[in-house]
């Protein structure tokens, strides 16, 4: 029997990933710029590998997964089996630190920890970079979680995708003031995945080409207030581009329509602080799904929960600092 646990955190991104170049390879049509958050986002995986097994089998949260959560799972143990030259079954453990059906996304930290685990109990030495395209297969974004702190994911200029992957920009103790309010505003899973989402929006959205234009200016300005650390510089253009992401979806035929009313509300508010008080106290951001992602630094987080506790429907409110990267552990899940 072999057996490996990794812990990873979830991101949020504040250049977004919305389309592929390439959908079977996973290869984005931008890069994407995210912060890891702290555990209060986590997920923890096990995974056991024995001859007794005949079938890779999932569990999450205690329960048995669905069939489609199991299938999407095996596709990466698949993936790594085939580089390991292994033929053994696994049987995966997946827990969250965060409440099952929060709304929030958790694609990112688990297949992040899917691939770590998998990979590090099918004895295949990879590094960080390596293990980012290994996740990447699994969830786009979940490449980005593989790095603490800022992270990019590249999407590189090779069409075989050997070069795309995720890298940090800026280590987490750059970012000690920066905070994430996260307002869950429902708790039902998304209609139409993201990975659905996107092949519609690149094929129908007229504005898509433009985005990825824009896009390009942001990721230079996003870049360089992040090495300064300049939020005052950084905020714009995060809310630019969540509203970019959010045109071209809802743009799409069918349209995408992931905000909701209380989302547009939240969005309405932060800009008005910023307006009253002359400078950016807050950034919104949304991604397929109404919950609001507000960053902030530490000395504006009660401006923003009051502010957030005001608007009815916000069910929820987290607190979120910038976190590590992938880990291992030796407590396992079973
Ligand atoms: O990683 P996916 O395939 O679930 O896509 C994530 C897409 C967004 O969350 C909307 C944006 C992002 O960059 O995280």
Request: aromatic share 6%; with cysteine; hydrophobic share 35%.
């Amino acid at each position: 029997m072999k057996i490996a646990t990794a812990l990873a955190n979830s991101n949020i991104a504040i250049i977004k990933y919305w389309g592929n170049s390439n959908d079977e390879l996973i290869i984005p049509s931008n890069n994407s710029i995210s912060f890891t958050m702290d555990d209060k986002l986590q997920t923890k995986t096990t995974v056991i590998l024995d001859e007794e097994f005949t079938i890779d089998e999932l569990w999450i949260n205690d329960q048995k997964a669905t069939a489609k959560e199991t299938e999407r799972v095996a596709s990466i143990i698949e993936l790594v089996r085939i580089k390991a030259k292994s033929k053994l079954k696994a049987k995966i453990f997946s827990e969250n630190s965060f409440p099952k059906g929060a709304g929030l996304a958790s694609s990112a930290s688990s297949f992040a920890a899917l691939s770590g685990a998998t990979c590090k109990a099918y004895s295949l030495g990879l590094n960080k970079k390596e293990l980012s395209k290994i996740a990447r297969m699994g969830s786009g974004s979940a490449s980005r979680s593989i790095f603490g702190g800022a992270v990019e994911w590249i999407k590189g200029i090779r069409k075989d995708g050997e070069d795309c992957y995720a890298q940090e920009i800026a280590p987490k103790e750059k970012f000690k003031e920066l905070r994430n309010i996260v307002a869950i505003l429902e708790r039902k899973e998304k209609k139409i995945g993201s990975r659905e989402g996107m092949k519609i929006t690149t094929s129908t959205s007229k504005n898509f080409e433009n985005r990825l234009i824009e896009v390009e200016k942001r990721l230079k300005i996003a870049r360089e207030a992040i090495l300064d650390f300049d939020f005052e510089k950084l905020a714009p253009v995060i809310m630019e581009d969540s509203d970019s992401m959010h045109k071209v979806m809802k743009e799409s035929n069918p349209s995408l329509i992931y905000m909701n009313d209380i989302s547009h509300k939240i969005r309405k508010e932060i800009i008005e602080l910023n307006k009253s008080s002359e400078k950016y106290l807050g950034a919104y951001t949304f991604d397929a799904g109404p919950n609001a992602h507000i960053y902030t630094l530490s000395k504006n987080t009660s401006k923003i929960k009051s502010i957030l506790n005001e608007i009815e429907g916000v069910q929820e409110i987290i607190e979120c600092g910038i976190g590590d990267g992938i880990r291992f552990s030796d407590s396992h899940l079973m």
